[in-house]
Structures are given as structure tokens and as C-alpha cells.
């Protein structure tokens, strides 16, 4: 396995950060792990964790890096790259592990121009927990990972950033950055927001009831709703950066509830049959 970063310094040390730097050990990763975080309660459980070697409140650390990951809610991007910038040392690649490609990509090569090549990447892995203390062992091994190179993308970077995620165990795939906001905004970014819609709608059902319906839930409710969990500033932040395409994709679910709405009211046991029969098909052959 070759690593070709010698200090890799996270910025952001949350739930994805920690996993990345707690999986960079566990896959041999012979270099130094450092991070930034403006919350010191995550900089000492990293450090007290083992998680990594070196952490700080001050962006100065990044100075002797010559990996950079952001690993911070997507709204911070800007004032992240804008702090970090002045002590970006020469050769410097900087990446991300952001759920929001699209337009992001572009404003950060830009806020990086003659400073660092910049390489978007999104792990297609994760979990409804925050925080360092929740970093999850192997979380990136046989998921895949995403990049997202432009037209401008430096490629010795690129293919840098590509083999670090193959030594973690992912399957790298390339994806146009405006093209992977279409996909995420269907398969990853409308389920939270129906998730957390669901507990809402059944909270607003509770009142009418004068019950505590939360009280009476099973398997069905907890498999749908475990995502409504997930860091409401994490999702606040995609759903504003991705909300063009998160807007299609309500929708287009709008067109299938209504569809459901529909059948049932017109008590037609035959499409309804049909129509539930239709999605566990398509659902049953999701690997
Ligand atoms: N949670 C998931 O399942 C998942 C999966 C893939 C990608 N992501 C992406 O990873 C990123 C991090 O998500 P997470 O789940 O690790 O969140 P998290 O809340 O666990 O961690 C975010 C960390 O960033 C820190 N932070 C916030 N603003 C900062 C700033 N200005 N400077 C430095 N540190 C700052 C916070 O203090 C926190 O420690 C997000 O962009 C998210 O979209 C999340
Ligand atoms: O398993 C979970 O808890 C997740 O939500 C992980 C999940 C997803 O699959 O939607 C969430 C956001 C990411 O950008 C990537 C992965």
C-alpha cells in the first residue's frame, strides 16, 4: 500500500473527520494526523481517543500539511477556505468529504486559485451520529467514494486523493460535480427530508389525538425514521446548497404520494397492488 501524504490535517474533527482519521490508522497510515475544530471539546477527544496526533482552534496547523480535508457542515466552506488559506504551504493537495458537490466545487478551486489544487470528494457512507466520539470503524471500506474533478482539477491531485480513498477500502468513482448533486439530492437528500417530515407529521398527529403516538412505534416507524436523527446543521446547510435539485426531487415524491393519496381514496385494490408491488421490486434489487 503506497501513501503518498506525509501529515494530513482534517479540518472539521465531527463524525466523518474522526472516522477518516480513525480508519487513515487503522489501515497503517504511517504519517501524522492533525486537526482543526473551533469546538475544543472535539480537539481533546480526538487527541484523548487516539484518533490523532496532534489538535488545535487554530487554522495555523494546517501550515505543515500536505493533505488538506475539510470535513465541516457545507455553509462553512467559504469562511473555512478564507481562515486556512494564509498558511497553506506550497505543494499542498486540499480535498472535502462534503455531501454538496455542484457549484461548491468551483467556488473552492477559486478561493484556492495559485494557493492549492483543490479535489471535491463525497464518502457515500455515514451514520445518524455527530461528533468524534462517534467515529465508526471500517465506515469506508466497500462504500464508495465520489470525486468530482472539473475541467480545472489538478490530475497528480486528483489521482493522489483517488488512491488515498483505494488504501481505505472504498470504491472511487468520478462523477461531474453538478451531475452528483442530482443523484445525492435523490438517493441521499430527500429520504432525511421525508424522515424528519414523517416524525413531524406524526407529531402534529399526536396533538390532534392528545396521545404520545412516539409512544406506540415499531420496527416499521424505526427503520424509516432512524436519519431524522442526523445534525440539523448538517442537513440545514445541504438542503440550502443543494436546493434547487433537493426542490425536483420533493416533487417528484409529491407526484408519488399524492399518487398513493389517490389509489386509496378510489379504493382501487388493483393499481394499489400495483403500485406498492412496483417500488419493492425496484427496491429489492438495491444491493
Ligand atoms: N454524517 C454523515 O453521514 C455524512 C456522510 C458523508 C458526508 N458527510 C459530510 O461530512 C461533513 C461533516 O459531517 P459530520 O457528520 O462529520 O458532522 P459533525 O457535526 O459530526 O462534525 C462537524 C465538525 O465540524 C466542526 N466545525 C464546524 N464549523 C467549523 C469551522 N468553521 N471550522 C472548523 N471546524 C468546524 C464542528 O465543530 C464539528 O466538530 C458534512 O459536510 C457532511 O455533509 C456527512
Ligand atoms: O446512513 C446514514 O445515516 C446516512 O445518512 C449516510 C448518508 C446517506 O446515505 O444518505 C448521508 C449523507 C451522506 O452525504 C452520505 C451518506
Redesign the pocket.
Known sequence: MEWEFNEICI?????????FALNLKLKGFPGKITA????P??VEKGIELKIIDKGSLK?SIVSSADLVV?????G??K??IE?LKPYIKEGTVVT?????KGKLVYTCEELLKGVAPFVGG???????????E?AVENLFVNAKFVVTPTENTDRDALEKVKNLWRNLGSEVIEMEPFYHDKVFAAVSHLPHVVAYSIVSAIDELSEDLKTNLFDYTGGGFRDFTRIAM??P???R??CIENSENILRSIESFKRAIEEVERLIRAKDKEKLKEFFEKAREKRSLVK
Open positions: 479540518v472539521g474533527l465531527g463524525l466523518i473527520g474522526g472516522s482543526v475544530d473551533i469546538n471539546e472535539a487554522y475539510i470535513a465541516t457542515p457545507v462553512v466552506y469562511n473555512v481562515n472535502d468529504l462534503g455531501s454538496v463525497h464518502p457515500i457512507a455515514g451514520t445518524e451520529k455527530s461528533g468524534v462517534n442526523s445534525d446543521v448538517m442537513w446547510d445541504i
